[in-house]
């Protein structure tokens, strides 16, 4: 593990896709990641500060999830970078040991991001967020085991639009977009459905999100709610038509 300071002013690529990875092979295969409005238990979401520092590691695996690992294919293994982070809150999976580092004073976790390569074997991603930048992270834990150097270290895949946000997203969009800041995307969250719930009763589940709207009024005319309100709408009334 060997620690270097980051330049300034670096941008941050988005990668929009999902891959399915076979252990131990190069099997890929990758789609546009459309809809990704649910809450998932087994994420990590945290708020946090990223820093002009980053860290070197050389995984065989990358974790989707707190309980999922899967394997990177030996042919694309290298040395990949992580991002420090200054944590300001954590919740979902792996919230509670997080939050106890962070009530005796250590708030420093390491983000490592993924993208797809053009044969959709998976590849690391360089620490691009610009330092200084407070965002909203989706991501996996790691188990503790595989933390570089005794830090929290969290994985974001290349499956989640909303993995860093609303950092790239918001440079994306423009500077005068109507988004959410990342502490109104937190609270956003909360009326996402979790991918059970949904199955048990969308309907149920797209009221909810239609009442946060009506409490928040201002809220729901930024991005992405209006989006989520519609394409959750129209996944739902589809479902029940069938």
Not at 53 to 79: C, E, N, W
Not at 107 to 115: E, M
């Amino acid at each position: 593990m060997s620690l270097r300071r980051l330049p300034i002013g670096l941008s941050c690529a988005a990668i929009l896709a999902l891959a399915r990875l076979s252990t131990g092979r190069a099997d890929l295969m990758c789609s546009v990641a459309i809809v990704p409005y649910f809450r998932a238990e087994d994420m990590t979401y945290v708020l946090g500060t990223a820093l002009d520092t980053s860290v070197t590691d050389h995984p065989d695996s990358l974790a989707v999830s707190l309980t999922r690992r899967v394997a990177v294919p030996i042919r694309v293994r290298r040395v990949v970078a992580g991002q420090l982070i200054r944590v300001q809150s954590v919740r979902g999976a792996g919230a509670d040991s997080i939050s106890k580092r962070l009530a005796s004073g250590d708030s420093i976790a390491v983000l490592i991001r993924w993208g797809l390569a053009a044969d959709c074997s998976p590849v690391s991603l360089d620490p691009t967020i610009p330092p200084g930048e407070f965002d909203h992270f989706i991501v996996a834990l790691r188990p503790s085991v595989a933390w570089i150097a005794g830090h929290p270290t969290f994985e974001v895949g290349p499956s989640s639009e909303f993995g860093v946000y609303p950092g790239w997203l918001r440079r994306q969009r423009g500077v005068d977009a109507a988004m959410l800041s990342p502490m109104e995307f937190s609270s956003f969250l909360d009326a996402l459905p979790t991918y059970v719930a949904w199955l048990s009763d969308c309907r149920a589940a797209v009221r909810r999100l239609e009442e946060w709207g009506r409490d928040h009024r201002t809220l729901s005319k930024k991005y992405p709610v209006p989006d989520a309100l519609h394409q959750l709408g129209a996944i739902c009334s589809k479902q029940n038509h069938h």
